[in-house]
Each structure stands twice: as structure tokens, then as C-alpha cells.
């Protein structure tokens, strides 16, 4: 066989390793990258879940970490998040912020009875618009903010005993404690 | 026959008419209608990925058209739109990625490798061309 004809063998062996390398260790494999991650969140405001007079929002969380949760009861994914959101609202170490996304206050909070509430405080997104502004492609979606208010992590997907560590605790300084978010009245 | 073609016919009214139950809201403007439905067939569903946003009945699509909706009655423009949309969603949300340097290679790749086929053949042409006149030489010197 003459040496010319391993030519096209030899292109396609390194399509096939490039492919398969790009395939297997993309970072984008079946997950949207945020475009939002390391830039301040959007101006958010949104009612209480248990107060719908009061309202809670970007701004009243300034000087705080938090962990912004997306979730809803319509949503099977969330059910298997909520005993690691419970277990991290035990550490204490990061308060975490509920959006109860496109669902009733009825639902979410008899969801919230049964099962307990991992939320420092819980705000209500009816429409979506608040969800759309933050990129929110489907539930749960989790968005770890600074005190600068610069979303520094969005996680695109269940939070697991892992990723909460390895994603959101390194990411917060030991010192920081989860002081109560305070909503302020509409 | 004739009940085949009535059939066909059934079927197409009934094709058309569950694309329109996906999205039955329209705009009051003719002419922002017109940018809202080129609007929707070149943005993708985020959740459903290879449905556009005019296909798709998932809740995220049903939100992102309204949010369209309401923009384009702000006077927003359709650049305006889609720099707002692939802000908070990135570029996946397009189906045309952007022409951009970064971009470069998507979209000059295809024409690089058709002129690279091209080159190849032209070559290949040129050297059969080559043997097929020794050949005729050959040919001629000894009859």
C-alpha cells in the first residue's frame, strides 16, 4: 500500500480522537452556559410568598451571599433537590433564596408544610419575566451571588451533596454566617 | 383515490391548524407581526433545543414569546431583541450564529473545505489528464 492512501486513514483517526475528546469532556455537553456568571444579577424585586404585600429583592440582598433557588411544585427535579437545600440551609453557611417559578402560594406552601422549607425567605415569579431576565431555562436552576451582588456560579440543574460543596461552599468565605434576608414592603 | 386526497387534505388543515394552537397570540401592528413570526422562527426553545420558539408549547417558550411580544411594542429593535435574549441565554438561543471573528471558523470552515475539495479535484483532473496524453503520445510513436 502506498504511503499516500494512509493519508485520509490518518485524518480521519484524528477526527474521530478530536471528536471524541470535544464530545466527552465539553463542558457544554447537554448544559447552557450562563452568559450572566461574573457580572452583576439583574435588578430583581418580587412579592413574598407568605406576604405578597411585601416585597424582596436584588437590592435589599446587597452585602450578602446568597443562593438564589428557582424551583416550583410542578417540578419532579426540585422534589429530589429540596433533602440537599435542607441539609445545607443546617450548615448555615449560605442563606438560600426561594423563586417559587410560575406556580400557586396554595401548592408552594402546602409543598413547604409537608416537606419542609430549606428557604431563608421565599418570593413568588407568576409571570416568568423574572426567570427570562436571569436566563432561567427550566427548574431547578441555582444562582450563588456575592456581597458585591456578581453572580459567581449558576448551577443549570440539580444541586447534589457534591456539587454543593464543591461549587457553592468553596466559593463562600468560612467566615460568612446566613444572616435572615429582611423583605421590605411593596 | 378521492379518499386519499380528502384525507391528505384533512390532514394538512389539521397540520395547520395545531401550528397555530401553539402560539395563537398575535400583535395588533400587521408589521410587527410580521418581525414577531421571523423573530420566533430564528430564536431556539432553551428547554426544548431543537424546536424555535414559534414550535414549542413548553412554558419557557410560551414566557420568551410574550417577553418578544412586549418588547417589540416598547419599539424595541429586532437587534435590540436578540442582544437582550442572548445576554441572559447566550448564543445558543440563535439559530444563525452571529458573524463574529470568534464565529469565524463556523462559518468560513464549510467554504474553506469546499474550495480545499475543489483544489483536489482540479489536481486529480489535471494529473489523469496528464496520463491520458502520455498515453496518446505513446500511442502515437509506437502504432
Redesign the interface.
Known amino acids: 500500500m502506498k504511503p499516500r492512501f494512509l493519508v485520509p486513514l490518518g485524518v480521519f483517526a484524528v477526527l474521530v480522537v478530536v471528536l471524541f475528546v470535544g464530545i466527552n469532556h465539553s463542558r457544554e455537553v447537554g448544559v447552557l452556559q450562563s452568559p450572566l456568571v461574573g457580572h452583576q444579577i439583574p435588578d430583581w424585586e418580587l412579592p413574598v410568598l407568605t406576604d405578597p404585600a411585601k416585597s424582596l429583592g436584588s437590592r435589599e440582598l446587597k452585602g450578602q451571599w446568597y443562593v438564589l433557588n428557582f424551583w416550583g411544585t410542578w417540578c419532579y427535579a426540585c422534589r429530589a433537590e429540596h433533602p440537599i437545600l435542607l441539609q445545607a440551609q443546617r450548615d448555615a453557611r449560605v442563606q438560600i433564596i426561594g423563586v417559587d417559578w410560575k406556580d400557586e402560594n396554595d401548592l408552594a406552601l402546602e409543598f413547604l408544610a409537608k416537606l419542609g422549607n430549606p428557604y431563608s425567605l421565599i418570593v413568588s415569579d407568576h409571570t416568568g419575566n423574572t426567570a427570562i431576565d436571569l436566563g432561567v431555562a427550566a427548574a431547578p436552576e441555582s444562582f450563588l451571588v456575592n456581597p458585591e451582588g456578581v453572580i459567581v456560579y449558576k448551577e443549570p440543574g440539580v444541586i447534589t451533596a457534591e456539587t454543593w460543596k464543591r461549587e457553592f461552599l468553596s466559593r463562600v468565605p468560612p467566615q460568612s454566617s446566613a444572616p435572615a434576608a429582611t423583605p421590605g414592603a411593596s | 383515490m378521492r379518499a386519499l386526497l380528502v384525507l391528505v387534505a384533512l390532514l394538512l388543515v389539521a397540520a395547520g391548524r395545531m401550528a397555530w394552537a401553539v402560539d395563537p397570540a398575535t400583535m395588533p401592528d400587521p408589521a410587527l407581526q410580521a418581525r414577531y413570526e421571523v423573530l420566533i422562527h430564528e430564536l431556539r426553545c ?2 426544548c433545543e431543537n424546536n424555535s420558539l414559534a414550535d414549542s408549547d413548553a ?2 417558550a410560551t ?2 414569546r410574550r ?1 418578544i411580544r412586549d418588547m417589540l411594542a416598547a419599539g424595541r429593535s429586532d437587534k435590540e431583541i436578540k442582544g437582550y435574549l ?5 448564543e ?1 438561543i440563535l439559530f444563525r450564529p452571529e458573524y463574529s471573528w470568534r464565529n469565524a471558523w463556523l462559518w468560513g470552515l464549510p467554504l474553506f473545505l469546499l474550495i480545499l475539495g475543489f483544489a483536489i479535484a482540479v489536481r486529480i483532473i489535471h494529473q489523469r489528464s496528464l496520463l491520458v496524453d502520455n498515453e496518446d503520445e505513446a500511442d502515437v510513436s509506437h502504432p
Open positions: 432553551v428547554q412554558w419557557i414566557d420568551v417577553q442572548v445576554s441572559r441565554y447566550s445558543f
